[in-house]
């Protein structure tokens, strides 16, 4: 069972007695307000090697931030930027 400290960075995990950091959004901060459909790079790093499109939970980012992550991986797969389904993309 994880307990939380005083300070709300951290995480201590009482199984392995590790500190672990808070996710965070990179998007707010970074400052980042639009999400470029056409930098394939960027969006590699929001979809797994299957080509699917990581959760919340996994990456840090807000909601609003992750729908526009979301909206802009299926309009770069639509334009063929990304591909639907892949056995291989991050080799």
């Given at each position: ?22 996710k965070y ?23 797994n090697d ?29 334009l063929a ?11």
């Amino acid at each position: 069972m994880a307990k939380r400290t005083k300070s709300k960075n951290y995480i201590f995990n009482s199984r392995n007695a590790e500190f672990d950091k808070k996710k965070y959004c990179r998007f707010k901060k970074s400052g980042i307000k639009y999400i470029d459909y056409k930098d394939a790079d960027f969006l590699l790093k929001f979809i797994n090697d299957q080509g699917k499109i990581l959760p919340r939970r996994l990456t840090g980012n807000s909601l609003k931030f992750q729908r526009k992550v979301a909206i802009s991986v299926k309009r770069a797969r639509h334009l063929a930027i990304l591909p639907f389904v892949t056995d291989g993309l991050k080799d």
